[in-house]
């Protein structure tokens, strides 16, 4: 599992630990999914996708309810690695439906193309501002870990991933913010190199679909570029969607450290 964390990525195979805490997250998941005002709220790109972000009521430690605090190999491999499990915030609910993608409101036909050609490929914290919808690194994130919470079937809109992304965004960014003192960087308009680096990406790295089911989970580097594949499984399948938990905490060590990891 090591080998391929090196590459920006890890999949963890199936724990007991975890598969208990997604029992209780899933009942907690569908009923936010139920709730008409976070409908009307995150139900986007014509009902297929339900956005979710910081919907599912967990504590810091992962708590739901009256579950256990969120365990298993993929938190031993964070605690191992990272030092320490940061406090969590409340995790995004983010559901796949039949016929994903849809154009989300306001999408531009660009936009959506290359959500359906490229997976919507992003870096999150790399965000969109204004009208002109210009990129900054606003929200630095330590890792992106994901924990499916129901049954999937083949095609079901899996995430995606490009091995060894990191290094070519990397690469980037360090040559945007070069001169910039680190305070700056939030300042900095990322637009053309961030750009830049994904078609670097699409151009030298494989496109890696990471299907997974309750009791896995896994774990992207900050700045692995990934996306969310079309749903391409048979009609009347999988209705229910596919529902991941996502936990992004923010980074907390100097800016600096942030390209050099």
Known sequence: MKDTWQHGWIKFPFDSQLDAWVTSA???????????????????????????VDALPNDLSGRIGGSDPLAGRAVDFIMQNFGILPALHPAQM?????????????????????????????????????????????????????????????????LVVWPDSPAIVR???????????????????????????RGEVFATCERLELPA?????????????????????????GLEGRMVAYFRPPWRAGMQQFLND
Not at 43 to 49: N, V
């Open 26 to 52: 899933k009942l907690s998941a569908q009923a936010v999914i139920a709730d008409v005002e976070m409908q009307k709220q995150w139900l986007q790109c014509e009902g297929t996708w339900f956005v979710g």
């Open 94 to 158: 983010s559901v796949i439906y039949p016929g994903y993608p849809k154009p989300r409101a306001k999408e531009t036909p660009a936009a959506f193309r290359f959500r359906q050609t490229r997976d919507a490929a992003h870096i999150d914290g790399i965000l969109p501002q204004g009208p002109d919808r210009r990129r900054n690194l606003m929200e630095p994130h330590a890792f992106v870990l994901g924990i499916p919470l129901n049954k999937t079937v083949l095609g079901a809109s899996p």
């Open 171 to 197: 690469r980037h960014l360090a040559a945007a913010f070069a001169s910039i003192p680190v305070e700056q960087w939030p300042d900095v308009d990322v637009t053309e190199i961030y750009a830049a680096a």
């Open 213 to 237: 089911q309750p009791g896995e989970a896994y774990l992207l580097h900050r700045l692995a570029l990934h996306g969310v594949a079309p749903w391409t499984a048979s009609e009347g399948e």
